[in-house]
């Protein structure tokens, strides 16, 4: 991924649909968005090298969350306080106040974003993302193909997506001393992963797509390796073409196991 040099990156949802509609590419194209303070242009990075401007500017209560978020991943949650953020952002802590009530309304609010964020990414996919029910159809029907494709494409949104990133890392550090964050980590990175494919390798197996085993453990199998490389590749961004590729072979192996033979799909 191209990174910009001086610059503080923002991916806000309301830009990003707002590119999307006006240009009609698909989301997966979309590599990061750069908006610079000083000429209100959003720079948007494509794959390729393509590089797009657009005029536009951040509300202030875009950017509290912007500033608020790459400090939380700086410093952690909790030593951060609203003052640093105010001072990011440019206005005083007195102004902050007048869109957010606290330091932890500021989090909700990057919470709120970051599912709306997900949500709009699964639906650039053409996919619920949530309801493993109304997911099924897009992996009983279809190629082996196509659904390393999907995997690949949601694995590459949760690792290069900027917001996603800087979340995971506050979570990270914050799990082990606030509760209430290590509760957020688990449902946001363990618990609902493996709810929603458990849902669905329970659709997959109720239909006969795949061979009649526990869907909870297959669950597991699929899981562990995508967790495992997401968080090898924060750590050690240079491993990123190691993680993919291994991936890729992870999904393409998980499917030939699993598959019902006498099935003709996937």
């Not at 040099?5 to 830009?15: A, E, T």
């Not at 964020?117 to 650039?124: L, M, R």
């Not at 495992?228 to 192996?253: G, K, S, T």
């Amino acid at each position: 991924m191209k990174r910009f040099v001086n610059c503080k990156f923002y991916f806000i949802d309301d830009i990003n649909k707002k590119f999307a509609e006006r240009t009609y590419l698909p989301l997966d194209r979309l590599m990061s968005i750069n908006y610079n303070k000083e000429s209100r242009l959003i720079d948007i990075n494509l794959t390729k090298g393509e590089h797009i401007l657009s005029e536009g500017s951040l509300s202030t209560k875009q950017r509290i969350l912007a500033e608020a978020l790459s400090l939380f991943a700086e410093k952690g949650y909790e030593p951060v306080t609203v003052a640093e953020i105010a001072k990011a952002v440019g206005v005083k802590a007195p102004a902050l106040y007048k869109h957010y009530n606290s330091k932890r309304d500021i989090f909700d609010a990057i919470v709120a974003q970051m599912q709306a964020s997900y949500d709009q990414q699964a639906a650039a996919m053409q996919m619920d993302g949530r309801d493993a029910g109304k997911d099924q159809s897009l992996y009983i029907d279809t190629s082996e193909d196509a659904t390393v494709k999907r995997s690949m494409e949601l694995f590459l949104y949760f690792l290069r997506d900027d917001n996603e990133r800087k979340f995971r890392k506050m979570l990270t550090l914050e799990q082990y001393g606030d509760k209430d964050l290590a509760a957020v980590y688990a449902k946001q990175y363990v618990d609902f992963p493996l709810a929603y494919q458990s849902a669905l390798f329970g659709f997959m197996v109720g239909t006969g797509v795949t061979i009649p085993v526990n869907p909870q453990i297959m669950a597991l199998q699929y899981y562990a390796p995508v967790y495992f490389y997401l968080r090898v590749c924060d750590r050690q961004p240079e491993r990123e073409a190691e993680a993919l590729a291994a991936l890729e072979r992870h999904f393409r192996q998980f499917i030939r196991l699993y598959h019902n033979k006498g099935e003709s799909n996937l």
